[in-house]
């Protein structure tokens, strides 16, 4: 299967000069985890994660309402494409340790594949795989419960 095939092609994406406090809100009310960052010809420059404004903004003591995009947002992000495998991205994310994925095509963005879409489609192919994708991306090298 593609990624075409399992992606979510409705993007929010903000500017460089986008200010913190409207990325959150964004967020918020979309309901979503990250955020492409865009320049004025919308290829992809960098990505904001929930994660990114607490760590980046909140944990600094940063101002959200003047602080821009351009200052928190992770730069070089890692990407697939809309024709990759499936599998491909999976494996993508597991080696960056990464919950989303920007789709692009010619640096645009095109859509993103999260974690959320891969388990949905792994619970329709039926693979297994999916839980060790997970714990690679979350850092658990298959450890039990038990030896945590």
Do not use: W
């Not at 290829?43 to 928190?72: Q, Y």
């Amino acid at each position: 299967m593609k990624v075409k095939d399992c992606m979510c092609g409705d993007v929010c994406c903000v500017k460089p000069e986008t200010k913190i406090n409207d990325v959150a809100k964004l967020m918020e009310q979309n309901h979503i985890g990250c955020v492409p960052v865009c320049d004025n010809n919308n290829c992809l420059v960098g990505l904001i994660t929930d994660r990114d404004i607490i760590l980046r903004t909140v944990a600094c003591d940063k101002d959200a309402k003047n602080t821009p995009a351009s200052e928190i947002m992770t730069c070089n992000v890692c990407t697939c494409n809309e024709n990759d495998d499936v599998h491909t991205a999976e494996n993508k994310m597991a080696q960056n340790q990464i919950r989303r994925i920007p789709v692009v095509d010619n640096d645009k963005v095109i859509g993103i594949l999260t974690l959320g879409d891969l388990a949905h489609y792994n619970e329709e192919t039926g693979e297994d795989h999916f839980c060790n994708t997970v714990e690679d991306i979350c850092g658990c090298g298959g450890q039990t419960k038990n030896n945590r």
